[in-house]
């Protein structure tokens, strides 16, 4: 567990400690009757309610029908048709919170919709007390402290212990801030409720080669559930074609998502993910076919630049890094013209990762702090707040090579500062982890595996905890890091750096 959550976590996470974890989403439609004894703590039923459970101030049976199956294509990772129902929704009712809140939570998965979520929490004043729980939570999540949606989804854990869309959308929130076994142990109840509940078997399969712990053996045969109970769907192809190239299986991965496309062919992530297993394949003509495939069935300009990114990262796997750079720096400005905070984020940081010369290396990234310090039009704090730590922790990480050890310091202060301020658990763990790395440097390998230990997404930390743990003596530790290392197989920058072994074997040595 993260070092600094530890002084709080049993405080803010009552029900979900007694609870459990979360996993990931599929399409589960049922009738609300259907759902009726989903909730142990049922209250009374009001006339107007949603899922049979949840009573809400429309009394428009359209506007929560169609709240109902927003929420079930959210779950599904039908996000484009979620959004479109939730908008619908609000055009049935225009003064019922929770399809604002929808909307808007939906949203924040691609464009982040901020009107949507201000509407939702000023109708909500007068909503009863389940639609106002819901929309609080819904609504939190993208805030600058977590703290309101910590307590608000313990709440709803408390009210509805057993009712399986707060257990999943909590839990997927969970998973999304990689608290990865809380959110499984909470899929996995799910699955106690409803055997066959799509969402759950979908991130289960995820997360058994996401967490501390993979088993290949299991994901896969979770999903293969996953897909025989939705054979219509393409998301269980396209989840099968994500895992199959983790483990190495590059061949299944491109028939799987060769199948999600003759399902729907404008499922745009795995048209997406047919160039990115390609590029790791090396066969880089295909790739880039497949992601100028992607551009054009591409809806919004999120999409366009990840799309654009990863067709420009194919000139580093094939060795052309100048081309690459020159494309990359030409993306980066018009993502900055365009108004997109992701897209430059996501571009820039890359960049930054890739140049070669640390020093150059460090002012990129320091210019990228810069920008990113503050509230950024277009981007929700609850993502600029990790995406500022990512920033720090790799400054930290580069400023250590260089053996800039005064000016790490100040820019863990800063780290520390923000992930008090957030309590965001991504934010947390990179904190702890940057606290790993001071531990490495002074080669006090056992106190750097405590901090690198809880930093589960990063290849490149899992890098250094893997050389912490070897250093240690602890090799079945290190083989397990290297084990969940392999798993996260992609077309990454990182994944490029330490494929390619240019990242350092621990920042104690003297480069």
């Known amino acids: 567990m993260s070092r600094f959550l530890s002084r709080f976590f049993l405080l803010i996470f009552p029900a979900a400690c007694a609870v459990g974890a979360f996993a990931q989403a599929p399409q589960h439609v049922e009738e609300a009757s259907a759902r009726t004894a989903s909730s142990a703590h049922v209250q009374p039923l009001a006339r107007n309610n949603v899922f049979g459970v949840f009573a809400v101030s429309s009394k428009s049976p359209e506007a929560r029908k169609l709240v109902e199956n927003a929420v079930d294509q959210y779950e599904n990772v039908l996000l484009d048709q979620s959004i479109s129902t939730a908008k619908l929704a609000t055009q049935k009712d225009p003064h019922f919170a929770l399809a604002y809140a929808v909307l808007a939570f939906a949203s924040r998965r691609g464009?982040?919709?901020?009107?949507?979520?201000?509407?939702?929490?000023?109708?909500?004043?007068?909503?009863?007390?389940?639609?106002?729980?819901?929309?609080?939570?819904?609504?939190?999540?993208?805030?600058?402290?977590?703290?309101?949606?910590?307590?608000?989804?313990?709440?709803?854990?408390?009210?509805?212990?057993?009712?399986k869309h707060v257990l999943?959308?909590?839990?997927?929130?969970?998973?999304?801030?990689?608290?990865?076994?809380?959110?499984?142990?909470?899929?996995?109840?799910?699955?106690?409720?409803?055997?066959?509940?799509?969402?759950?078997?979908?991130?289960?399969?995820?997360?058994?080669?996401?967490?501390?712990?993979p088993d290949p053996v299991k994901a896969i045969r979770y999903l293969k559930k996953y897909a025989e109970v939705q054979p219509t769907q393409p998301n269980p192809e396209d989840s099968l074609g994500e895992v199959s190239r983790f483990v190495g299986d590059d061949q299944g991965s491109i028939e799987h998502y060769s199948l999600a496309l003759k399902i729907n062919p404008l499922f745009i992530t795995s048209q997406i993910g047919l160039g990115d297993t390609s590029t790791l394949m090396g066969n880089f003509a295909r790739a880039r076919q497949e992601y100028e495939?992607?551009?054009?069935?591409?809806?919004?300009?999120r999409d366009l630049f990840h799309i654009s990114y990863q067709k420009a990262l194919v000139f580093f796997w094939e060795n052309n890094p100048e081309e690459g750079f020159r494309v990359l720096d030409t993306l980066a400005l018009r993502a900055e013209q365009s108004g997109e905070p992701y897209a430059f984020y996501e571009i820039s940081l890359g960049?930054?990762?890739?140049?070669?010369?640390?020093?150059?290396?460090?002012?990129?990234?320091?210019?990228?702090?810069?920008?990113y310090s503050a509230p950024v039009t277009g981007m929700s704090e609850g993502d600029r707040n990790p995406s500022l730590a990512e920033i720090l922790r790799d400054e930290v990480r580069v400023h250590f090579q260089l053996g800039h050890s005064d000016a790490a310091q100040s820019t863990i202060k800063k780290l520390e500062t923000l992930a008090s301020n957030s309590r965001d658990l991504i934010v947390s763990g990179d904190y702890d982890s940057v606290l790993g790395l001071v531990h490495l440097q002074k080669d006090d390998f056992d106190g750097a595996v405590d901090g690198l230990s809880s930093d589960a997404h990063s290849p490149l930390m899992l890098q250094q905890l893997a050389f912490a743990q070897e250093r240690a003596g602890d090799k079945a530790g290190a083989e397990n890091t290297k084990l969940r290392l392999k798993f996260m197989r992609g077309p990454t920058v990182e994944w490029f750096l330490v494929s390619h072994s240019v990242a350092d074997q621990g920042v104690s040595a003297s480069n």
């Open 168 to 213: 999943y959308l909590t839990s997927e929130w969970l998973y999304f801030q990689q608290d990865y076994d809380r959110s499984r142990a909470m899929m996995e109840k799910i699955l106690t409720i409803d055997p066959n509940f799509p969402p759950a078997l979908n991130m289960l399969g995820y997360s058994w080669v996401e967490t501390g712990n």
């Open 351 to 371: 960049r930054a990762l890739l140049t070669p010369d640390r020093a150059e290396q460090l002012r990129r990234l320091e210019s990228l702090e810069a920008k």
């Open 111 to 163: 464009e982040p919709n901020p009107e949507a979520r201000a509407k939702a929490r000023e109708l909500s004043k007068s909503a009863p007390p389940e639609e106002k729980l819901l929309v609080k939570w819904m609504t939190s999540v993208e805030d600058d402290s977590l703290l309101p949606a910590i307590a608000s989804m313990n709440d709803l854990l408390t009210k509805f212990p057993n009712d």
């Open 293 to 301: 495939k992607a551009e054009v069935i591409a809806t919004n300009p």
